[in-house]
């Protein structure tokens, strides 16, 4: 993780910020229908998990819930596949694809709510 180049951090090389969501999807290619896993989703792109992975380069339709969008296969790893979209998709269906799947709509932690001093019990 640490390189002297960039320093202790690794940079964000993502254009658009991405969302954790886990529903079924699939793969539409000129080869045929695959289906798996959405795992990552953002505007520009997304990451799939599916058994029968398409090369790289190759267009796709990824379907999930009612969406229907374009994209190209940009990589390929073990069981994944990344995904980048023709055109962005509109931060109303990643916010829609939150709901679908139960993406929690409150805030984060918040450091009023740790209480501090006091021990963990012993395991």
């Given at each position: 993780?640490?390189?002297?180049?960039?320093?202790?951090?690794?940079?964000?090389?993502?254009?658009?910020?991405?969302?954790?969501?886990?529903?079924?999807?699939?793969?539409?290619?000129?080869?045929?229908?695959?289906?798996?896993?959405?795992?990552?989703?953002?505007?520009?792109?997304?990451?799939v998990?599916?058994?029968?992975?398409p090369?790289?380069?190759?267009?796709?339709?990824?379907?999930?819930?009612?969406?229907?969008?374009?994209?190209?296969?940009?990589?390929?790893?073990?069981?994944?596949?990344?995904?980048?979209?023709?055109?962005?998709?509109?931060?109303?269906?990643?916010?829609?694809?939150?709901?679908?799947?139960?993406?929690?709509?409150?805030?984060?932690?918040?450091?009023?709510?740790?209480?501090l001093?006091?021990?963990?019990?012993?395991?």
């Open positions: 993780m640490f390189r002297p180049e960039i320093g202790p951090f690794l940079i964000e090389r993502r254009r658009s910020r991405r969302s954790r969501a886990t529903c079924g999807a699939s793969l539409e290619t000129p080869d045929g229908e695959v289906f798996g896993q959405l795992w990552d989703l953002s505007e520009t792109g997304a990451r998990q599916t058994a029968d992975l090369k790289d380069g190759t267009t796709a339709l990824l379907k999930w819930g009612s969406e229907r969008v374009a994209c190209r296969v940009i990589w390929t790893r073990d069981d994944m596949c990344g995904l980048a979209f023709d055109t962005p998709i509109d931060r109303a269906v990643m916010a829609e694809t939150g709901r679908l799947i139960g993406v929690p709509q409150h805030p984060g932690a918040s450091m009023a709510n740790i209480p001093g006091r021990r963990r019990s012993a395991q």
